[in-house]
């Protein structure tokens, strides 16, 4: 078993023009390379931008900065399904996936997100990792425990060596949702908002409680999610209106 003393809170990451937010704890493996993109470095998503190219400058820029340019990238569309890939040498299977996992040192995994949880996966054991776009409907599905299952089916990842993270994200009470979305999370993380029958959804710590349900350690999890509504300038939000994306991505430099 794997001993961690991991800190929690979020630093923002500045290599030349780049910046990104990251999580101290995730640096137990050195050559592990994570972020959330700020949003000063615009938007990440060829689906609302206009300007496809402009999107595939940003990630190459980033990529560059953190390092990683000699790896592939693969930063496939997302489907908010919970369904989730194993990536090998860069290629992903053919189906929906939202969340993606290699033991490939020689590739980097980006997903989206705005509102939707990021959530990073470092196994420190056999040095396998991952990332996942985890909505509502995403985490509804389990997508955290899919993964982490995938993880130790795919790669004999032992639980005791998973760090699990989870990004800047909606949280709190800026997330009322309808009492059809409440209902298909544990009342734990469902607080009524005492409105039209609505709830303030905790999407971040449900994340991080599905991780604890497949025996990962209460010390392996790490919650760095700063609620993006409340960091205009910062962070995107489409609780704010935003249509722009940020980009979670992970790798080993």
Known sequence: MTTLRLGRAARLETRGEAQWWRAPALDVLPDVVHGVTHASLGNF?????TDPEAVHERRRHVVHAAGLSFARLVAPRLFHTADVALVNRGE???GKF????????ATVLAVTVADCVPVFFVDVGTGAFGVAHAGWRGL?????RRTVRVMRDEFDTQVADLLVAVGPSIRGPHYE????????FPEEFSVPSGVDGRARLDLPSCALAQAAAER?????LVDFALCTFDHPGALFSHRRGDRGRHWAFIGRA
Do not use: H, Q, W, Y
């Open 177 to 184: 949702v309808g009492p059809e979305v409440a209902a298909a």
């Open 140 to 144: 509804a599905g389990g997508i955290v």
């Open 98 to 105: 939202d969340a993606f996992v290699t033991p490939d040192p």
């Open 45 to 49: 998503s060829l689906s609302t931008d």
């Open 216 to 220: 990962v350690p209460k010390d392996n």
């Open 92 to 94: 992903v299977p053919e």
